[in-house]
């Protein structure tokens, strides 16, 4: 008798994962079928293999000495390989000396002992920009080993199980680049294999040593090494025609550093009739600007990055100093143009001659970043050289290139939203990209973009905060980037409120109650839905209002409240219906036809979800085809209209296939698995509930634990 109520138990109420008015429609092939009979088999075509990710930066062709390093680096491999365990080394030293370097050029040696891949993280501690989070840098290997970013866990905790289990047994390099911490580094490391973990840090990580670290201090180039590394860069015609003195004092005025001697080289390759006396001359003169560097007390690097900067031209000075400002980890040429105001060809030439001086690197095709020690003197020379007034006028030239090119993205991949940003207004000329073009272009940019929002936040630019917040609402619909998604809309709302708009504020509310409902949070969602609609009505814009309605509505029915949900869903309806918004009124259609059946009027439900199913098959809306056929699945259920409800799912499971919506799928197995219970299928019900509890588990969704708790129900194959 219980089986037999497990059976007939309801099913949860369908929970929106995006909001009509604000989401797109999916798009992609479908499958529709008049009528269906015996079994179906769908086959597809496998994934296009990934490669085998190698992210090693390259090793610098000028790498110097260290033999002692190394040496203990091959020790360090050897035994762990012996005993099949991770070797993890944490490499540190001071800004400028070497570990990153160092790390490098070893693996390129041994990179063939590791065939699984070579991953690579910078953490950010000491760039000038807000170091990476454990979730970031989770994030980061995760998409490197395969992960699409919606099937990645929310939590730090869950993310880091799956990365080890993804990694146990296996052979991979993993670099943690630039460490602040071992909290930082301890949720990236890999499971237990036979793997190798090169960690580099300023600090002493002494919290990895109970993870058996092994801790390699670099200290700096001792003088013949030094000078060693100079001649390799100038070339021993050009040091021999000089005393040793001479070059062994430059090398001491550089600290010993490897990066500083590496920047004196450089200006000097580039100046063949410059004696390396006359740099040495100019290093002493400029010893008493040091100090603003603060470097572990050598004052020397800030001295060689004084002397590249004061032998710039104009434009490359000025163009050094203001990407000083740039908040995230890199650029690109486009946003190095709008910064400088110079244009695209003037920008590049100025670029060149920072990667002639080794100011900045080009990490990736146009991809340009600067090291961390390089970034903060840009920061100080700006702040020192440029007036309040041009620094905030450079900010805000960065912010209006990222909105612009947001919005831009934005428009391309969901035309048909309604916006209210100034950046998105028809006369406003945006350049224009394809969808997918579009999509990458976000999901690329996307440490930039929000840091960009942010610097607009903590600069008083907040109609420009809200505004991104608009714009990157593709990016999130789609990548679900979930922690980004909350804490930029809390910003967003914030600034709306600053601003007094109230329009914008209702906008922002809209938006984070979808990234609750996403989450299942939906007493948070109810909140953030019922003061959207409170602003919306004052302010009488109505295409906002049947949003906010519609955010309400869903957040109603998940908590058991189908009477208050048909209600707002019919509301919502009928204002779509006044302003003509057709598909919005599909969606309205087939909410409605779920919470009818939530209030025990299945028939009604039939007749609702058949209206929008119908209406999304004829506009290509895949995704809500799918969803209507899952709702309608469950309608028939009710009614013992068993085999229907077997036709519409899989029909869903056609759909969903070629859409590439596993959610969807995963729902449609276990209305399949219901089929099956009531048809006596044991066997049957099982494997469907194994399919969808995959993929649930998979996006660390809420319906796993029921699943699992409905299969510990079911006897297992071969029992009585």
């Known amino acids: 008798m219980a089986d037999r109520a497990d059976h007939n138990q309801k099913p949860e109420p369908e929970i929106l994962a995006g909001i009509n008015t604000i989401q797109d429609a999916t ?3 479908s499958v529709q079928a008049r009528s269906i009979q015996g079994n179906i088999v769908f086959n597809a075509a496998p994934p296009a293999a990934r490669p085998t990710p190698a992210q090693l930066p390259i090793c610098p062709s000028h790498f110097t000495n260290r033999e002692r ?5 091959e020790r360090l491999a050897r035994d762990a390989a012996e005993r099949s365990r991770t070797m993890l080394a944490v490499i540190t030293g001071q800004g400028g000396i070497g570990k990153t370097t160092l790390g490098l050029c070893w693996l390129q040696h041994v990179s063939d002992r590791y065939p699984d891949g070579q991953l690579y993280v910078d953490l950010q501690g000491f760039s000038g920009i807000s170091h990476l989070t454990p979730e970031e840098g989770l994030t980061s290997l995760l998409r490197s080993l395969g992960m699409a970013a919606a099937d990645i866990p929310i939590s730090t905790e869950d993310q880091s199980a799956l990365f080890r289990s993804l990694t146990a047994g296996r052979r991979f390099i993993i670099v943690l680049d630039n460490a602040v911490s071992a909290a930082q580094v301890r949720p990236l490391l890999p499971g237990n294999g036979p793997s190798v973990v090169i960690v580099t840090a300023r600090r002493q990580l002494s919290g990895l ?4 670290a092994s801790f390699l201090e670099l200290e700096p180039l001792d003088r013949s090494d030094a000078s060693s590394l100079l001649t390799r860069m100038l070339g021993r015609e050009r040091t021999a025609a000089e005393p040793d003195e001479v070059l062994h004092e430059l090398a001491d005025l550089c600290g010993r550093l490897p990066l500083a001697l590496c920047t004196s080289a450089a200006r000097l390759t580039t100046r063949r009739r410059w004696r390396i006396s006359r740099l040495v001359d100019e290093l002493n003169d400029e010893r008493r600007r040091l100090a603003a560097l603060h470097i572990d007390d050598d004052l020397s690097v800030r001295a060689v990055f004084d002397a590249s900067y004061s032998a710039l031209s104009a434009d490359a000075a000025a163009a050094y100093r203001l990407l000083g400002l740039h908040p995230g980890p890199d650029f690109a040429l486009s946003l190095a143009a709008a910064v400088t105001g110079f244009g695209d060809e003037r920008t590049a030439r100025v670029l060149d001659v ?5 100011l900045i690197q080009e990490h990736a095709d146009h991809r340009f970043r600067f090291h961390d020690l390089v970034r903060l003197h840009a920061q100080s020379t700006v702040e020192r050289e440029e007036s309040p007034a041009a620094r905030e006028a450079a900010r805000r030239r960065i912010i209006r290139h990222y909105l612009r090119s947001a919005a831009a993205a934005d428009v391309s991949v969901i035309p048909g939203r309604w916006r209210l940003g100034g950046h998105h207004a028809d006369d406003v000329d945006l350049p224009r990209m394809d969808r997918e073009r579009a999509l990458t272009w976000l999901e690329s940019e996307r440490p930039n973009l929000t840091a960009a929002l942010r610097l607009a936040h903590d600069t008083g630019q907040h109609r420009e905060t809200w505004e991104f917040c608009e714009a990157l609402w593709p990016l999130f619909v789609h990548r679900k980037h979930y922690g980004d998604w909350l804490s930029t809309h809390e910003l967003g709302l914030s600034s709306a409120r600053a601003c007094g708009d109230r329009l914008a504020e209702a906008r922002m509310l809209e938006q984070l109650g979808s990234a609750h409902l996403n989450l299942k949070d939906f007493t948070t969602a109810l909140t953030c839905a019922a003061q959207a609609v409170e602003l919306e009505r004052a302010a009488d814009h109505t295409v906002g209002e049947a949003t906010a309605l ?6 109603e029915l998940a908590l058991g409240r189908p009477g208050d949900a048909i209600e707002t869903f019919t509301r919502s309806r009928e204002l779509n219906e006044r302003i003509d918004v057709p598909r919005a009124v599909a969606i309205m259609t087939r909410h409605l036809g779920d919470a009818l059946r939530a209030a025990d009027r299945a028939e009604e439900s039939v007749r609702h979800l058949l209206q929008a199913q119908e209406f999304f098959r004829d506009n290509g809306d895949g995704y809500n085809e ?3 056929l899952n709702g309608l699945a469950r309608s028939y259920l009710e009614l013992e209209r068993i085999d229907e409800a077997e036709q519409a799912l899989r029909a869903v499971v056609g759909v969903t296939e070629s859409i590439g ?6 729902n449609a197995h276990v209305g399949l698995a219901d089929v099956a219970a009531r048809r006596g299928r044991p066997g049957e019900e099982r494997a469907h509930l194994e399919s ?6 998979r996006h660390g969704a809420p319906e796993a634990d029921e699943v699992r708790r409905r299969l510990d129900r079911i006897p297992p194959p071969g029992s009585s």
């Open 661 to 666: 919506a596993p959610h969807e799928a995963a």
């Open 27 to 29: 798009v992609g092939a």
């Open 69 to 73: 390093e190394i040496a203990t680096l």
């Open 354 to 358: 920072l990667l002639d001086a080794n």
């Open 209 to 212: 040593a109970m993870h058996g």
């Open 692 to 697: 969808a509890l995959a993929v649930y588990e």
């Open 550 to 555: 519609e955010i309400r509505g869903v957040a």
């Open 626 to 628: 799918a969803r209507s």
